[in-house]
C-alpha cells in the first residue's frame, strides 16, 4: 500500500518563501507521476503542480508559474514543492500525489490515486 507523507509547512509572511517535502514509501516510486495539489476553505482541490517520473517534464498552474517549481529525488523517493514570493491566496492545505499508473499522464487530478493527509500553508499579510 503507498504512503504519502509531506511535511514543511507552516506560518510565513506575504513575499516569504517554504519547502514542502513528499517522501513516498509502499510502491516503485521512479515509474510514477507526482503531484502537488492545495485546497482552500471553501473551494475545490486544485493541481498545482506536476512532474513526471523521470522529472524530464513538469506541469504547472498559471497562479503559481515563475514563483513555485517542483522536483523530485528518486534516490529518496521524495518530491519536494519550493515556494517563493507567497501571498495570501497561497494560503491552503497542500497535497501529494503518486500518479495512477505508472508512466502514465500527470495533467489531470483523475490522474492520481494516492494522496496524503496535506500539510497547512499559511501566508500573513
Known amino acids: 500500500q503507498v504512503q504519502l507523507v509531506e511535511s514543511g509547512g507552516g506560518l510565513v509572511q506575504a513575499g516569504g518563501s517554504l519547502r514542502l517535502s513528499c517522501v513516498v514509501s509502499g510502491r516503485a516510486f521512479s515509474n510514477y507521476a507526482m503531484g502537488w495539489f492545495r485546497q482552500a476553505p471553501g473551494k475545490e482541490r486544485e493541481l498545482v503542480a506536476a512532474i513526471n517520473w523521470s522529472a524530464t517534464n513538469t506541469v504547472y498552474a498559471d497562479f503559481v508559474k515563475g514563483r513555485f517549481t517542483i522536483s523530485r529525488d528518486n534516490a529518496k523517493n521524495t518530491v519536494y514543492l519550493q515556494m517563493n514570493s507567497l501571498n495570501p491566496d497561497d494560503t491552503a492545505v497542500y497535497s501529494c500525489?503518486?500518479?495512477?499508473?505508472?508512466?502514465?499522464?500527470?495533467?489531470?487530478?483523475?490522474?492520481?490515486?494516492?494522496w496524503g493527509q496535506g500539510t497547512q500553508v499559511t501566508v500573513s499579510s
Open positions: 500525489a503518486a500518479g495512477l499508473r505508472p508512466w502514465g499522464s500527470y495533467y489531470l487530478r483523475t490522474d492520481f490515486g494516492s
